[in-house]
């Protein structure tokens, strides 16, 4: 997260863009903000309607709305799609970034069931930069400004950057060692989070990309497929750690996260396999 990702992000950006590409890249911007937009309503609406209880709410919207795109979006955008794809990942990872500390931090902390009714929170702007979204901006910084940068330097950072594949896979392992899957269990607020994430979002992303091919600016079809995979990618893998921190049912969240991630893998290949049909 602070050394191999942000190299591997910088590398990526100063090698497949340029000041033509980067503004091409709006379309996806537009798209995928609309797609947020829209997932934290319908998420919204069906806490109220299912009345998900307190402690639950916080991790029902983010579980919908917020993808875990670094430690299992990043690699499998790579092996699916390959390096040419990092352009589309990264409008996806820089909203989801903003998305999750900007607003769905919001929501996670004033569900605290402890918390007294009209006392404020306190934001957290240092959360809005992780170190990967600072690589990504100085890497925009170099491009813009056409910084020339050393081929050695590229070639370390490339290095230091292939790690980051197989690492977030490692990882993904551990976690779902960690949890153990004998602890899934599905209950009714569990399904719901997960039909919001692997068909709700996806829906949507499909949905904008069909209508918004008359009015909205037109994508590759390599940006299409990118903007779709990404959003049936499974729930954040430090959700329970931010509901903790507001003392919500970390129990919930620890279970939404590795059912999600369990699940993705008969979820993908029917994603890309609509996705390729469809679009």
Not at 63 to 78: D, H, S, Y
Not at 182 to 203: C, M, Q, Y
Request: charge should be positive.
């Amino acid at each position: 997260m602070n050394i191999a990702l942000p190299a591997s992000i910088f590398v990526s950006v100063l090698k497949y863009l340029n000041r033509q590409k980067l503004f091409g890249l709006t379309g996806g911007l537009i798209y995928a903000i609309i797609c947020f937009a829209l997932s934290y309503l319908f998420a919204w609406i069906l806490c109220k309607v299912l009345r998900i209880r307190k402690g639950r709410r916080g991790t029902f919207i983010n579980a919908i709305t917020n993808a875990n795109t670094i430690f299992i979006g990043l690699p499998l955008n790579i092996a699916l799609f390959g390096q040419k794809s990092m352009p589309y990942f990264l409008i996806y990872y820089v909203l989801n970034t903003v998305s999750t500390w900007a607003i769905g931090v919001f929501f996670i902390s004033s569900d605290d069931p402890t918390e007294q009714k009209g006392k404020q929170q306190k934001f957290n702007w240092k959360k809005l930069l992780p170190a990967p979204l600072v690589g990504f901006l100085i890497a925009l910084i170099c491009l813009l400004v056409e910084v020339p940068i050393p081929s050695w330097i590229t070639a370390v950072l490339s290095m230091v950057g292939g790690i980051v594949t197989p690492m977030s896979l490692i990882y993904i392992g551990i976690i779902l060692a960690d949890a153990g899957l004998k602890s899934i269990h599905l209950d009714r607020d569990t399904i719901w989070a997960l039909l919001g994430r692997f068909i709700l979002v996806p829906a949507l992303m499909m949905i904008l990309i069909f209508v918004g091919a008359n009015w909205l600016p037109t994508l590759t079809s390599l940006a299409k497929q990118t903007l779709v995979v990404q959003s049936a990618t499974p729930a954040l893998a430090v959700l329970p750690i931010l509901v903790g921190e507001s003392h919500g049912d970390v129990q919930y969240a620890t279970n939404v996260v590795t059912t999600s991630t369990v699940l993705f893998v008969i979820v993908v290949p029917l994603v890309l396999e609509i996705t390729q049909i469809l679009i």
